[in-house]
């Protein structure tokens, strides 16, 4: 099966943040006072890790296919924060290395590949 690198990009807006804390209930309000955020060292809010990884993981349902359901794993690791207003670039290559960045800057790395059949 051949794969090829694949990446999209994604606009992130606190309205997204926002929506996506109420869904999960998490109400940690580093992602929504941007006062508070500032006082622990962040420029902004920033966004929730796992509703970032969710982007990569659908991007590896784009990448896997069907086979990402029943056999696809995601490892990540968090390195740096997303903001809002920042637009970033979820990409995993011919060897399931995962990079999520906005701009020059990267945010996560992982891995999302296919487990072997068995």
Not at 8 to 17: N, R, S
Not at 56 to 67: T, V
Not at 76 to 91: A, Q, R, S
Not at 94 to 99: H, I, S, T
């Amino acid at each position: 099966m051949q794969m090829n690198t694949i990446k999209k990009d994604y606009h992130l807006t606190q309205e997204m943040i926002d929506r996506y804390g109420e869904i999960n209930g998490d109400n940690d309000i580093i992602h929504y006072d941007v006062e508070y955020a500032r006082d622990r060292g962040f420029k902004a809010p920033i966004a929730h890790g796992l509703m970032v990884q969710g982007y990569a993981s659908a991007l590896g349902a784009e990448k896997y296919g069907a086979e990402w359901f029943t056999r696809g794993e995601i490892e990540v690791k968090f390195v740096g924060p997303l903001y809002p207003d920042e637009t970033i670039t979820v990409e995993i290559d011919d060897e399931g290395r995962l990079n999520v960045a906005a701009g020059e800057r990267t945010c996560i790395v992982g891995t999302a590949r296919l487990r072997d059949a068995g």
